[in-house]
């Protein structure tokens, strides 16, 4: 809201009553009915705790959210890697076609999003399986932060 406040040149207070509000909420999923599309928002935290996907179902195309990136580093904002990690699992069960992620390009075709979705599990699970490596041999915060290499790992993602 600050960031919001401050764009406007205002006080949060009054950036609040700038706001639209929603007037449909849900917390399990949500279908969508559009007449010729059909959308299902679920929840797909893990980078946020309020990470949220929208599957088109008659285009099997997903908007994902930052709950996958590419391009980038994925990054875990106020959320929990091995949270990211059961949702990525989740969207490993949906018939997706096209994927659109929070960050980087679309990827398109079942086996591009497939081996897409397992890599970013995979090297989620990685990065925390080093960490804790480092720091079990007595290694500190920073020096676990320095073994994980982002542009050439010599540490291996494990499927």
Do not use: C
């Amino acid at each position: 809201m600050a960031t919001f406040a401050k764009k406007l040149g205002t006080d949060e207070a009054h950036a609040r009553t700038r706001l639209p509000w929603p007037t449909v909420t849900y917390s399990e999923e949500m279908w969508l009915d559009l007449g010729d599309k059909h959308l299902w928002m679920f929840p797909t935290p893990g980078h946020s705790e309020d990470g949220v996907s929208i599957y088109v179902e008659e285009d099997r195309l997903l908007f994902s959210g930052d709950s996958v990136v590419n391009g980038i580093v994925a990054a875990i904002g106020d959320g929990d890697s091995r949270i990211l990690e059961a949702s990525l699992g989740k969207l490993l069960e949906v018939d997706i076609d096209t994927l659109v992620p929070g960050h980087g390009y679309t990827i398109k075709g079942r086996a591009a999003v497939r081996d897409w979705l397992k890599w970013q599990r995979g090297y989620l699970r990685a990065v925390r399986d080093r960490v804790d490596e480092v720091l079990a041999a007595g290694g500190d915060a920073e020096t676990a932060a320095e073994a994980v290499t982002f542009d050439a790992p010599s540490w291996t993602l494990k499927p």
